[in-house]
């Protein structure tokens, strides 16, 4: 086994969970807008999708959507698509009061739609089976069980990142609640993230 290139690969993940991206800004408005506890369940939900596409690199779904043009665009206008949705959800539902505690079934709303927007990412795999392949760390071990215990290890570190971001972002949470400015378009910041994620997955 080669731990060094285990410990290169954790750094690589680490680096490139906190560079800015449309995981960890939706991670960032969801605290700043709807507080700690929401933030850290749509992250659950967000590293929970890393998961399943790990499961589609080991089982080689990945490759076949690599493969065929067809399916990944329709994919990623399935991904954009929902996203448009969610930004004209919360324009219509501008009015409703921002701020809130959440309820169990507001928890199983941010849980699925962390899950979904990664799930509806089809970039998220490709993204991995560039990355795991240049950290085979075993001469003898299978790829496919390397590419599963690389994928848990990222999973880990993401859902480290993801809760401290939330945690951290929440401090702007605490400066929002005391400006009735910003409660009034906080609305505006959730649409532009929504909008970034689904040009973002169409690129």
Known sequence: MHIDVLIAFVVSSLALTLSPGPDILYVIS???????????????????????HTFFVVVGLTI????????FLVMK????????????????NRNNKKIFKSNQNENIDFFKKGLLMNLLNPKVSL?????????????????????LILGL???????????????????????????????????????????????????
């Open 153 to 203: 290890i990222f999973w880990l570190q993401a859902n480290m990142i993801f809760i401290g971001v939330s945690i951290f972002s929440n401090k702007m949470n605490n400066i929002i609640s005391e400006n009735n400015f910003l409660i009034r378009v906080s609305y505006v910041i959730e649409i532009c993230v929504y909008i970034f994620i689904a040009i973002w997955i169409l690129k």
């Open 77 to 92: 206008i399935v991904g954009a698509a929902y996203f448009i949705y969610l930004a004209i959800m919360v324009f219509l």
């Open 127 to 147: 993204f991995f089976i560039a990355l795991f392949p240049g950290f085979i760390f075993h001469d003898n071990l299978d790829p496919e069980i390397q590419f």
């Open 64 to 71: 076949l959507v690599k493969e065929n043009e067809n399916i």
């Open 30 to 52: 969801q605290s700043f807008i709807r507080g700690k506890k929401a933030a850290i369940i749509t992250s659950i939900g967000l590293t929970t999708g890393l998961l399943f």
